[in-house]
């Protein structure tokens, strides 16, 4: 599988560097960092790892890894790279790798595994002086883990992302996005103070009223102005269980329509998660109708409607219970499903312990690791709508660009602008509501198109939206150069650059965003 990716990565679409020679690291720089009294470790051999990540399509080996164990250890690591003039050291801090763009890497540079850096400490009764229950985490630690120890106080974060094997620190620097973001805003919109190693050597504090231009700057900051080793996060009482829901629908009209009512109610009568799909129009288990029931069963296909066009749609939404409410559940969640104009047919439910569902995602992972079907590439898009164009974008992509042989799951739902905190460095339309649309697409070296056309489709739905003006903003945004950059931050640019210029003023840190190279 590697060889076959390296290949086509280098030959068919010259994106990657081919991993170098760790002996790229000048002699002074070598020295400079042998010599670092580390609590935690540095190697100069084991830096294979480090050179790639889940998109599997980008691979930049770096010259050395450093696992610290303390803040101490990533300060010294920083001012050992700033003492570097000469030949353009960089450094990378990497959660979990789980970027697909090279994001947490570093070409001959120093990458920093946050894993090493330990620390997850619940405040269930909160500080003097405010009683909000939160967590303490070590930026490289995982949200899984940070759940598993809230959960041992009855407590839990309220926003996440689909997936729990990232880090802290790695979605804080994105955004961090899921079915609880219309209700709560993003991951980063639950944050109370960070701990930041700023990329000129100091560790600061930083809070909405304390240091907050570098508090807002971090969050969504695409790692540009310094590394969080910590993050306190908001928690919320946990629940015992959740109903799990799923409507399915021909027409995208109505689709959107429900979404847009289902966000706009109140926080206290809505669902708890929302989310959507676009299920291809076939029976193939992974990506078609079939997809959508729970446990496998399977939908009769005289059961689909023939209206509509090549694909179809469907809700996903939760409402959270505990044992003590499951006789009034019932009625409560058919009351607040009865606006919905979903096929009645078509309508899936199962109830599944509050943790399960939060880590749904994980029996996918060990499956698809079983069949060697994970560590393959993943040329993946991610898109903010706004909503204005929504339905331009389902006429322009979905139904015509859409192929039976799209593979990975296609998600769609509406998040709330005000939700968002216009403060953090989090690009998003300008719309009060506008769309998540992810194309997670699979490559499958073996059977399948070749990665090199996966990536010329994300290529031409981008084109499509930029010709249509369509004002589609990308998440996990991924671009090669400066102008498409300044495009992206749109008028936001200029407090981006400011903040690199003050808190990374040699701009060493997250060389993988290709954002701003190192000044020698
Ligand atoms: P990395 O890839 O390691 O790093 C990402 C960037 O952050 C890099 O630039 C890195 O240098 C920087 N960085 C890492 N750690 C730190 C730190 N401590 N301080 C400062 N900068 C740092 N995203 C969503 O929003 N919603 C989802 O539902 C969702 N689901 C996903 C499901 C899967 C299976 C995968 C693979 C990804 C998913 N993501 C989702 C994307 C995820 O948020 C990004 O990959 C994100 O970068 C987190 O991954 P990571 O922790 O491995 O970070």
């Known amino acids: 599988v590697d060889a076959h990716v390296s290949?086509?990565?280098?030959?068919?679409?010259?994106?990657?560097q081919m991993p170098q020679s760790p002996s790229c690291l000048s002699h002074d720089n070598r020295a400079r960092l042998s010599s670092l009294p580390l609590d935690g470790s540095l190697t100069f051999s084991n830096t294979s790892s480090a050179a790639s990540d889940f998109g599997l399509i980008r691979f930049s080996e770096p010259s050395a890894v450093v696992h610290p164990k303390s803040v101490s250890d990533i300060e010294a690591v920083v001012h050992a790279v700033l003492r570097d003039t000469r030949s353009g050291l960089t450094l990378a801090a990497k959660g979990r790798g789980h970027s697909v763009h090279g994001q947490a890497q570093a070409l001959n540079g120093v990458v920093i595994e946050m894993s090493s850096l330990k620390g997850i400490k619940v405040a269930p009764h909160g500080e003097p002086g405010c009683s909000q229950p939160f967590v303490d985490a070590a930026?490289?630690?995982?949200?899984?883990?940070?759940?598993?120890?809230?959960l041992k106080e009855g407590l839990a974060p309220r926003s996440w992302t689909d997936y729990l094997y990232l880090s802290i620190g790695g979605t804080l620097s994105n955004a961090g996005i899921g079915g609880q973001t219309f209700l709560f805003g993003p991951e980063i919109s639950n944050v109370l103070q960070l701990d930041v190693v700023t990329g000129t050597g100091h560790s600061v504090k930083c809070s909405p009223l304390n240091n907050p231009d570098l508090f807002?700057?971090?969050?969504?900051?695409?790692?540009?102005?310094?590394?969080?080793?910590n993050a306190r996060i908001v928690l919320e009482p946990a629940h015992e269980k959740v109903r799990w829901i799923r409507a399915m629908y021909t027409d995208f009209a109505t689709f959107t329509r429900d979404q847009e009512l289902l966000v706009s109610e109140p926080p206290e009568s809505a669902f708890d998660y929302i989310e959507g799909f676009v299920v291809l129009k076939n029976e193939d288990p992974n990506n078609g109708w079939n997809s959508v029931p729970f446990d496998g069963k399977k939908i009769n296909p005289s059961m689909?409607?023939?209206?509509?066009?090549?694909?179809l749609y469907y809700i996903e939404v939760v409402k959270k219970f505990s044992s003590n409410d499951v006789v009034s559940l019932g009625e409560t969640v058919e009351r607040m499903l009865a606006p919905l104009s979903f096929i009645p047919t078509l309508v899936f439910t199962t109830d599944v312990p509050y943790e399960k569902f939060l880590n749904r995602l994980h029996d996918v992972e060990v499956s698809l690791t079983s069949q060697g079907l994970w560590d393959v590439p993943h040329p993946w898009l991610n898109l903010f709508v706004p909503r204005s164009s929504i339905a331009s974008f389902d006429a322009l992509i979905f139904k015509h660009m859409i192929k039976d042989d799209f593979t990975g799951p296609i998600l769609i739902y509406?998040?709330?602008?005000?939700?968002?905190?216009?403060?953090?460095?989090?690009?998003?339309?300008?719309?009060?509501?506008?769309y998540l649309v992810a194309f997670l697409r699979i490559s499958f070296p073996a059977s399948g198109p070749l990665l090199s056309s996966l990536i010329a489709e994300n290529d031409k739905i981008m084109e499509v939206c930029h010709n249509a003006k369509l004002g589609c903003k990308m998440y996990l945004p991924e671009y090669e150069d400066l102008d498409s950059w300044k495009l992206h931050f749109g008028e936001r640019w200029e407090a981006f650059a400011r903040r690199k210029h003050k808190y990374d003023p040699d701009f060493i840190l997250a060389p993988g965003q290709n954002i701003f190279p190192r000044i020698q």
């Open 7 to 16: 290949y086509q990565a280098t030959e068919d679409l010259g994106l990657c």
């Open 414 to 434: 509406p998040l709330k602008r005000e939700r968002w905190d216009s403060r953090s460095s989090a690009v998003i339309p300008d719309e009060s509501i506008f």
């Open 139 to 150: 930026g490289g630690e995982l949200w899984i883990d940070v759940l598993k120890e809230t």
């Open 216 to 229: 807002h700057g971090v969050l969504g900051g695409l790692g540009q102005f310094g590394i969080i080793t």
């Open 304 to 311: 689909i409607p023939e209206e509509g066009g090549s694909v």
